[in-house]
């Protein structure tokens, strides 16, 4: 399948939801909260968890994860009650299943959540919101930057939201978040799948960069409501996401 081909069947997810492939071993599904939450099952594990969350928080918390543990039903990989836990830097992963990379994102009442089988992914979902013109020459091209300041507002928050959905499922999929610098991440405007070779920058003056390997992504603009990417690292022995 080429990249976000959706997987025809309803599926056992709330309305608007369906399984997309990104590439071979590569799943995600997206869908509102409130409609996971109602559509869907919240497993033992993740209640007791969420009980001690705000409940904003414990929706997107609750919603997110049960929105994984059905697309991990859908392609095979059932964690059967098995948890989903969290890095101290808050990157999630699966203490039973090290091979499977794992990836949750929320915002605005939307969730998205994406599975790699012996590789690392990213995924983010973003509400357009308000951008100020620091932040887009920061994220994009000098010629980008011009063209989403000459768009209406909607255009511009929708256009910029789906650059950093990409920019941010790619350092999602190396483990770094904001410490990756994901404004780096070149992304040009209305672009759909393209590549990046990460690099981490040195930590002190002079120091030589880190490669983190070639990094894939696709960011469909027709098939979801909200701006979504998903990133994906080559397929490796172990995920990083899985290794202590």
């Not at 990379?101 to 012996?118: K, N």
């Not at 013109?133 to 989403?148: G, T, Y």
């Not at 507002?153 to 904001?178: S, Y």
């Not at 397929?235 to 990083?240: F, L, R």
Request: glycine residues 12%; hydrophobic residues 40%; proline residues 11%.
């Amino acid at each position: 399948m080429s990249a976000s081909t959706p997987t025809p069947g309803a599926g056992p997810w709330p309305p608007g939801a369906g399984l997309c492939t990104a590439v071979e071993g590569v799943h995600y599904l997206v869908g509102r909260s409130e409609e996971v939450l109602a559509a869907l099952p919240v497993a033992t594990a993740d209640r007791a968890p969420a009980a001690a969350l705000p409940p904003w928080r414990a929706v997107e918390y609750t919603a997110s994860r049960t929105l994984l543990r059905a697309l991990l039903r859908e392609i095979g990989e059932d964690l059967r009650g098995g948890p989903v836990a969290a890095r101290p830097g808050g990157r999630p992963h699966l203490p039973d299943r090290p091979d499977l990379g794992v990836s949750l994102s929320h915002s605005g009442g939307w969730v998205a959540v994406a599975v790699g089988r012996d590789r690392d992914v990213g995924v983010d979902v973003q509400t357009p919101a308000p951008v100020g013109d620091r932040l887009l020459r920061l994220c994009c091209s000098p010629a980008d930057a011009e063209a989403l300041t000459a768009l209406p507002e909607d255009g511009r928050r929708r256009e910029f939201a789906r650059i950093f959905t990409v920019q941010e499922a790619c350092v999602k999929a190396v483990g770094a978040g904001l410490s990756g610098r994901p404004w780096n991440v070149p992304v040009a405007l209305g672009q759909r799948t393209g590549e990046w070779k990460g690099e981490r920058e040195g930590a002190r003056p002079g120091e030589r960069a880190e490669a983190w390997g070639r990094v894939g992504w696709c960011a469909p603009r027709d098939r979801h409501p909200v701006p979504v990417a998903c990133a994906w690292t080559e397929p490796s022995a172990v995920p990083t996401g899985g290794r202590r």
